[in-house]
């Protein structure tokens, strides 16, 4: 089984650039922009990774995005995911980003998004991984400052082909962006929200992203399984949903190896993602192999992964494509 999920050619629809930051490189870029760190080393770093719900988890990672300062920097985050994401074949990706976590520091805007833009321009050329960069708005944020955030997007409308939300769901409902995200549709943007495992008011937040926000995927969701109304309405529009298990541990305890199986059960498209790989110790290869060694059979991997690549925001000739390398791939191994 890791040969299988080694080779196998994968696509990863949930990981935010910011969630990449290695504490090797926290360090490196400590250093290069003369940020102070409160650890002695990169072991230090992780030994402090104590996270147990959401709040605790965000609470660090805001933090260690301080060293994130130049264009090279945000160039140098992204093409160290990417070159690790390409060596565990995953042949496409969208990844996610926070603009306001670096515009609210002073970095601009432009300074942000040509530093992913650019690696991710490099990698497409010299590693043959294809991405395309999702920007997400902070909801323990003002709908203001995400309105501002949509504006400052549109001059590089062409290098973002969605927009999603993310950050701390207590008392920040979907509705809260109704205006944000009417807008970015309207602008051509696809969209899709966070909903994040047992949040507070979780059932009304689903039931706001299919009904009011009318998003075209959903991260997360693991709490539509909850509600025979929510989860029939997911299946019945093919919404892909963006699971995360390693994630789901550090908050629930568990892999929801079970909930993602029972997704699959009810013709939900479910598919496996890493979220924040340097934090929870885990990128795509280790999350599947986490559910292997949960119980999860090989055909329920193919699936997972087909389903990434159906519900990707690809245009057909290149979701053919991927399909066609995957099917090969599965053929080959059976
Ligand atoms: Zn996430």
Known sequence: MPDFIADLPKAE??????????????????????????YDSPEAVI?????????????????????LVSEQD??????????????????????????????????????????????????????????????CFLRDMSAESAMETLQASLSFKDWIVGVGLDSDEKNNPPSKFAEV???????????????????????????????????????HGINTLDRSELYSEVARRGLG?????????????????????RMLELGMRATINSDDPAYFRAYM??????????????????QLTRNAFEVAW??????????AALDSYLQAAA
């Not at 949903?241 to 199986?261: D, G, K, Y």
């Not at 690809?314 to 399909?323: I, K």
């Open 13 to 38: 629809l949930h990981v935010h650039l910011e969630g990449t930051l290695e504490p090797e490189m926290s360090f490196a870029l400590a250093q290069r922009n003369g940020v102070e760190l409160p």
């Open 47 to 67: 030994a402090a990774y104590d996270f147990h719900d959401l709040p605790s988890f965000l609470t660090i990672y805001y933090k260690a995005m301080e060293v």
């Open 74 to 135: 945000f160039f140098d985050l992204t093409y160290a995911y990417l070159k690790k994401a390409r060596e565990q074949n995953v042949l496409y990706c969208e990844p996610f980003f926070d603009p306001q976590a670096h515009t609210t520091r002073g970095v601009p805007f432009a300074t942000v998004i040509s530093g992913i833009h650019k690696a991710q321009e490099q990698a497409r050329t010299d590693l043959g991984i294809e991405s395309q960069l999702i920007m």
């Open 181 to 219: 995200f009417q807008q970015a549709r309207a602008h051509g943007y696809k969209l899709t929200m966070h909903c994040d495992v047992h949040q507070h008011n979780t059932h009304e937040h689903i039931r706001q992203v299919l009904d009011d926000i009318i998003v075209d995927r959903i991260d």
């Open 241 to 261: 949903l963006t699971v995360c298990p390693v994630s789901n541990r550090f908050v629930v305890q568990n892999l929801t190896t079970a909930e993602i199986r």
């Open 285 to 302: 290869n280790e999350n599947l192999q986490a559910l292997v060694d949960d119980g999860m059979t090989r055909d329920e991997i193919a």
């Open 314 to 323: 690809l245009p057909t000739d290149r979701r053919d494509h991927y399909l």
